[in-house]
């Protein structure tokens, strides 16, 4: 596997992998001893990057914690602070003291001594963002944390708290379906040497090819409930994703490791880290990495994306109140 740089020094696998949907947001759990030997194969073809939050549920840190805990000092795991309770449906809470008890508790479940990677899952705009950095920057002095990431945030709010704590990662969703960093954010995360971990990168599953009219979604998962997965949005989105994948074909690649491919291309320090339950999705993700494209490749991609572009929103009303951009 390639290596990427994110920051000044956090090395990781050029694709990561989300692990989020093994216990949230895409229906049942999966069970935790078929989790653990996903992760663990993970590891063994080479990723180092694993991504949890408080907010997937203490399962979710558990797991991710079993499953790593033999490789100690040869992964990055990062998780995620910033909603009351660890419940998104509860609200905003980044008060330091907050920030103080999901470290201790994350580095509990995670069986870790030091969280590699501490994100703020969302900005809460009761407290100054230079608190939560500050707050991050404490936790840091005292060997508890080792980098700080923030997540789905826009270039005041990064600037504000680089200038208190430099900021390693911003995570955000990015994908040939979700471009809306491209404008300003990532020019900034360039300028400031701010590396960027793109969650979602296969649009949710749309850029692998496999959702269409007869698509049905299981109970819970949020999919059921996003614009670009609905009616007449999901069935153009279909014969989008269907043009990328005859695009693929040339490149005797799959349209989701085109996908991958073509985030990776996009800058040096972007590290994509697409979620999966299943070892062959494992292993045709990690393919990406291994797709080179060319300037006329990313150009036919570019005009296909101009001519037809995604349809529907990447959010319901209800989750982009917390985007704060």
Same mark, same amino acid.
């Given at each position: 596997?390639?290596?990427?740089?994110?920051?000044?020094?956090?090395?990781?696998?050029?694709?990561?992998?989300?692990?989020?949907?093994?216990?949230?947001?895409?229906?049942?759990?999966?069970?935790?001893?078929?989790?653990?030997?996903?992760?663990?194969?993970?590891?063994?073809?080479?990723?180092?990057?694993?991504?949890?939050?408080?907010?997937?549920?203490?399962?979710? =840190?558990?797991?991710?914690?079993?499953?790593?805990?033999?490789?100690?000092?040869?992964? #990055? %795991?990062?998780?995620? &602070?910033?909603?009351?309770?660890?419940? /998104?449906?509860?609200?905003?809470?980044?008060?330091?003291?907050? %920030?103080?008890?999901?470290?201790?508790?994350?580095?509990?479940?995670?069986?870790?001594?030091?969280?590699?990677?501490?994100? *703020?899952?969302?900005?809460?705009?009761?407290? +100054?963002?230079?608190?939560?950095?500050? $707050?991050?920057?404490?936790?840091? /002095?005292?060997?508890?944390?080792?980098?700080?990431?923030?997540? =789905? #945030?826009? #270039?005041?709010?990064? !600037?504000? /708290?680089?200038?208190? *704590?430099?900021?390693?990662?911003?995570?955000?969703?990015?994908?040939?379906?979700?471009?809306?960093?491209?404008?300003?954010?990532?020019?900034?995360?360039?300028?400031?040497?701010?590396?960027?971990?793109?969650?979602?990168?296969?649009?949710?599953?749309?850029?692998?090819?496999?959702?269409? =009219?007869?698509?049905?979604?299981?109970?819970?998962?949020?999919?059921? $409930?996003?614009?670009? &997965?609905?009616?007449?949005?999901?069935?153009?989105?279909?014969?989008?994703?269907?043009?990328?994948?005859?695009? /693929?074909?040339?490149?005797?690649?799959?349209?989701?490791?085109?996908?991958?491919?073509?985030?990776?291309?996009?800058?040096?320090?972007? #590290? +994509?880290?697409?979620?999966?339950?299943?070892?062959?999705?494992?292993?045709?993700?990690?393919?990406?990495?291994?797709?080179?494209?060319?300037?006329?490749?990313?150009?036919?991609?570019?005009?296909?994306?101009?001519? *037809?572009?995604?349809?529907?929103? !990447?959010?319901?009303? *209800?989750?982009?109140?917390?985007?704060?951009?």
């Amino acid at each position: 596997m390639k290596m990427r740089t994110l920051g000044k020094d956090l090395d990781v696998s050029a694709i990561g992998m989300g692990c989020m949907g093994l216990t949230f947001g895409y229906g049942p759990a999966t069970d935790k001893s078929e989790g653990i030997r996903l992760i663990r194969a993970a590891v063994e073809r080479g990723v180092t990057l694993f991504d949890s939050a408080e907010a997937y549920g203490a399962d979710n =840190e558990e797991m991710v914690g079993e499953a790593l805990s033999p490789y100690k000092g040869n992964v #990055v %795991i990062a998780t995620k &602070f910033g909603f009351k309770n660890g419940n /998104a449906k509860d609200g905003l809470d980044s008060r330091p003291e907050r %920030i103080r008890l999901v470290a201790e508790q994350s580095l509990k479940r995670l069986k870790t001594d030091v969280l590699d990677l501490f994100y *703020q899952h969302r900005v809460d705009p009761s407290v +100054p963002i230079e608190d939560v950095a500050g $707050t991050v920057k404490d936790l840091i /002095a005292e060997g508890k944390v080792k980098h700080f990431g923030m997540c =789905e #945030v826009g #270039v005041e709010m990064i !600037r504000r /708290a680089h200038a208190v *704590q430099p900021v390693t990662a911003l995570q955000s969703e990015y994908s040939m379906f979700t471009r809306d960093i491209e404008a300003e954010i990532l020019p900034t995360l360039e300028q400031l040497g701010i590396g960027f971990v793109g969650f979602s990168p296969l649009g949710k599953g749309l850029l692998g090819g496999k959702i269409g =009219e007869s698509t049905t979604f299981k109970e819970g998962d949020v999919r059921s $409930t996003l614009p670009r &997965f609905s009616g007449e949005a999901r069935d153009a989105n279909a014969k989008l994703v269907g043009l990328i994948g005859e695009i /693929a074909k040339s490149k005797n690649a799959t349209s989701a490791q085109i996908a991958l491919a073509w985030l990776l291309a996009q800058k040096p320090w972007i #590290v +994509p880290i697409p979620g999966t339950t299943k070892l062959h999705r494992l292993e045709e993700n990690l393919g990406g990495a291994e797709v080179d494209l060319t300037d006329v490749d990313l150009k036919e991609l570019g005009d296909l994306l101009a001519k *037809q572009p995604v349809q529907g929103a !990447r959010y319901n009303e *209800q989750m982009m109140k917390t985007v704060n951009r």
